[in-house]
């Protein structure tokens, strides 16, 4: 892999045979509950249940694995609301060196806390206001090695991994999949399941879902082209807030996917209710908006079978609580 070759099979199952031992081989789980009322079979992939409490450090530790022993002495830069954050944080640790990560100031508390607790060292920035990467140039001057959380081979492979978990586990199942749906921010999670399941089985349809208003991918889809999202939104989908998707992401996505969908916050907070409810799992706004998706209508349930991979579960405890009383 060069540095902007899109990854291929091959890269996905080399970091699946590098990571295996050290990562969670996260399960099929299903809810008869939630069955009846999309009127398919629905089974979800808990990545909630991963090393760092999301998918994110599969890419990681296959990024910081991809450096030179030289390149990981002189340390690991990265920017996160939180998530990739961890995965470095906890990747770094285990290799040794030095993480220095830039995270927004309004991340969420216990996703700080966490990077922290591992080891590194966190700069805040203003997401709003501030450019991530004059934030970190320093220390990218000082000769640390930039570990991107989307646009990179080695990190979209990791993430690729997911897509070969819960293609053998549902072959296991006996099922077919007609389609799997995935949240978005950058497309690094979608761009490397998109890889490992179109490979399995083409005719699976994958679809990317973001928030309304940072549904930049879904647009891009639609103009054949990379599109930036307007400023002046929020979301309360911290994790999956990007500016617009990246170069090798877009390609990738571009080929794969079947299409994006956009939720409303709402949807994705009645989303997080019912993974509580009917799958007991505590999983964080930007990691159930592919379940908020099945509510949408744009996607053909009846009768089909459907993979829903709940990329998080990092959310602070008063957020999840209003969440979970309104």
Known sequence: MTTMTPPGIADIHAAAALLSGLIVETPLIESQ?????????????????????????RGAYNKLSSLSEEERSRGVVAFSSGNHAQGVAAAAAMFGVKAVIAMPADAPAMKIANVRKMGAEVVPFDRFRDDRMTVIRPYLEEGMALVPPFDDPAIIAGQGTIGLELMRQA?????????????????????????AVKDASPGTAVWAVEPEHFDDTRRSLAAGTRVSNEPGHASICDAILTAEPGLITFEINRRNLA???????????????????????????????????????????????VAVVLSGGNVDFGTYAGIMAA
Request: charged share 20%.
């Open 171 to 195: 072959k296991a199942l006996g099922v077919s999949l007609d389609a799997v749906v995935v949240p978005c921010g950058g497309g690094g999670l979608s761009s490397g399941i998109s890889v």
């Open 33 to 57: 509950e939630l069955n009846k009322r999309f009127g398919a079979r629905i089974l979800f992939k808990p990545e909630t249940l991963q090393r760092t409490g999301s998918f994110k450090f």
């Open 259 to 305: 299409g994006g969908i956009a939720v409303s916050d709402k949807a994705t907070a009645q989303a997080m209710r019912d993974a509580m409810a009917y799958l007991k799992l505590v999983v964080e706004p930007g990691g159930c908006v592919a379940l908020a998706a099945l509510s949408s209508g744009e996607i053909d349930l009846s009768g089909k079978c």
